[in-house]
């Protein structure tokens, strides 16, 4: 089966301080692709970072990086210097392949909250 | 460029009623799809499309009618609605082809159904 699974239903973390938000996989596909998004208060989706399943080094954004561990089927958002507009509703989402389209399974989410 | 823009933004609904969610894209983008958001649970997949005048289902298709009738349209209809429909639905939008991985989201639209 394939499936996102995200354990960590809240986070808190301290303004200033790094924070790693869990994520694993499920697939039998060589070929996939991994994402995170971040969901804001005011519900848009917004896209962070992206990793390949052939990109041997891990994807950097700014302050978001995924920390990928293939053989575990591992891809955890790692934020560093959290913010205040950092809290928010966190997914991690898969792209698969089959029948000549591509779709996104997405996990149940993180809810990130940032303390000053 | 708007983006991908989703119209309206909430609707309330009686059981039976139709509807048609609207989404409009201004990029060019070959792929659309139609998602929708419950409490606790991450995007499903309702519909999508990978071109004009090709449509397929996702993994919630019960219940939604879609067409295509150009690369900028994809509306989304409810044509008989049920409560069991109340979400958030989102439009999404890309490219296909290789590299082309960022999906773009419209804002949402917030479904009631009494």
């Known amino acids: 089966a394939q499936k996102i699974t995200q354990t960590q239903p809240g986070m808190f973390v301290q303004e200033k301080e790094a924070v790693t938000l869990d994520c694993t996989y499920d697939?039998?596909?060589?070929?996939?692709?991994l994402f995170w998004y971040k969901q804001p208060s005011s519900g848009e989706m917004i896209f962070l970072i992206y990793?390949?399943?052939?990109?041997?080094q891990n994807a950097t954004e700014g302050r978001y990086s995924l920390n990928f561990q293939k053989a575990r089927k591992s891809a955890n958002l790692v934020i560093s210097a959290s913010q205040l507009g950092d809290s928010a509703m966190y997914f991690c989402?898969?792209?698969?392949?089959?029948?000549?389209?591509?779709?996104?399974?997405f996990g149940t989410g993180t809810r990130l909250l940032v303390s000053p | 460029n708007a983006g991908v823009t989703q119209t309206p933004k909430f609707q309330v609904l009686k059981t039976g009623q139709s509807m048609t969610l609207q989404c409009a894209q201004d990029?060019?983008?070959?792929?659309m799809s139609w998602y929708r958001q419950d409490p606790g649970m991450g995007l499903r997949l309702i519909h999508y499309?990978?071109?004009?005048?090709?449509?397929d289902q996702g993994e919630v298709p019960n219940g939604y009618n879609v067409s295509r009738s150009t690369t900028e349209d994809f509306p989304l209809r409810l044509l008989s609605a049920a409560p069991s429909q109340t979400s958030v639905y989102f439009c999404?939008?890309?490219?296909?082809?290789?590299?082309?991985?960022?999906?773009?989201f419209g804002p949402g639209t917030r479904l009631l159904v009494l």
């Open positions: 999404a939008s890309r490219r296909t082809g290789v590299g082309q991985e960022t999906q773009y």
């Open positions: 697939t039998s596909d060589q070929s996939y692709g």
């Open positions: 990793q390949g399943s052939y990109d041997e």
């Open positions: 989402a898969m792209r698969l392949h089959g029948g000549g389209f591509q779709k996104l399974v």
């Open positions: 990029m060019n983008h070959e792929y």
């Open positions: 499309s990978v071109g004009a005048g090709i449509t």
